[in-house]
Nanobody
Framework: QVQLVESGGGLVQTGDSLRLSCAASGLTFSGYTMAWFRQVPGKEREFVAT????????SYADSVKGRFPISRDNAENKVYLQMLSLKPEDTAVYYC???????????????WGQGTQVTVSS
């Protein structure tokens, strides 16, 4: 059974930093592209960042490029999202996802975590 468990969310102020973690189990982690998406109530889930299993290529949404580096540790079966210079508009539930393709489309990801709340106050 595949499990993705996010952690590291919380309430911070504008300009602060957070690091989200996602621990994966039940899959061959090194063979999966890992991604972060986010969602606010009433809106569709939005792509944030992804890291390819092959070659560790990365891709980012324009809104977070340069602020939210994504990384992975295949030895620990974990993916991270370092969130820098946080803004109120970054407030959302952040989800970890695993899939086989290198994509920004949520439909391409097979497995999802339960999400972790990030709230940025102004």
């Amino acid at each position: 059974q595949v499990q993705l468990v996010e952690s590291g969310g919380g309430l911070v102020q504008t300009g602060d930093s957070l690091r989200l973690s996602c621990a994966a189990s039940g899959l061959t982690f090194s063979g999966y592209t890992m991604a972060w998406f986010r969602q606010v109530p009433g809106k569709e889930r939005e792509f944030v960042a992804t890291i390819f299993w092959k070659g560790y290529s990365t891709s980012y949404a324009d809104s977070v490029k340069g602020r939210f580096p994504i990384s992975r540790d295949n030895a620990e079966n974990k993916v991270y999202l370092q969130m820098l210079s946080l803004k109120p508009e970054d407030t959302a539930v952040y989800y970890c996802a695993a899939g086989r393709l290198f994509s920004s489309k949520s439909s391409e990801y097979n497995y999802w975590g339960q999400g972790t709340q990030v709230t940025v106050s102004s």
